[in-house]
Nanobody, 124 residues
Framework: QVQLVESGGGLVQAGGSLRLSCAAS????????MGWFRQAPGKEREFVAA????????DYGDSVKGRFTISRDNAKNTVYLQMNSLKPEDTAVYYC?????????????????WGQGTQVTVSS
């Protein structure tokens, strides 16, 4: 099991940027696949991005592709989500997640542990 703590959420105007961070506990962070999901009120949890243990492979949800970038620093046990050109429809609680299985997935059932989430609100 890994403990995940997100930070960096907040209120931003449309067109602005935010950088989310997720600090993970555990000595084997470098072996985990890491991901970000989001959930808006009344909607299902949505895949945002994922990154392999080596950072060689990434995947993005269609709605954020070209605007968001996922990265990780295994020396700091941290994964990041750089969000640019934010839109009001990006408003949601963003969750960091970890999978102990190699590979990438857009399905939330693939992931094993979840953070508490951080609120991102984009005003128009």
């Amino acid at each position: 099991q890994v403990q995940l703590v997100e930070s960096g959420g907040g209120l931003v105007q449309a067109g602005g940027s935010l950088r989310l961070s997720c600090a993970a506990s555990g000595r084997t962070f470098s072996t985990y696949t890491m991901g970000w999901f989001r959930q808006a009120p009344g909607k299902e949890r949505e895949f945002v991005a994922a990154i392999s243990w080596s950072s060689l492979n990434t995947d993005y949800g269609d709605s954020v592709k070209g605007r968001f970038t996922i990265s990780r620093d295994n020396a700091k046990n941290t994964v990041y989500l750089q969000m640019n050109s934010l839109k009001p429809e990006d408003t949601a609680v963003y969750y960091c997640t970890a999978a102990f299985t190699r590979g990438l997935s857009r399905s939330y059932v693939f992931y094993d542990d979840w953070g508490q989430g951080t609120q991102v609100t984009v005003s128009s």
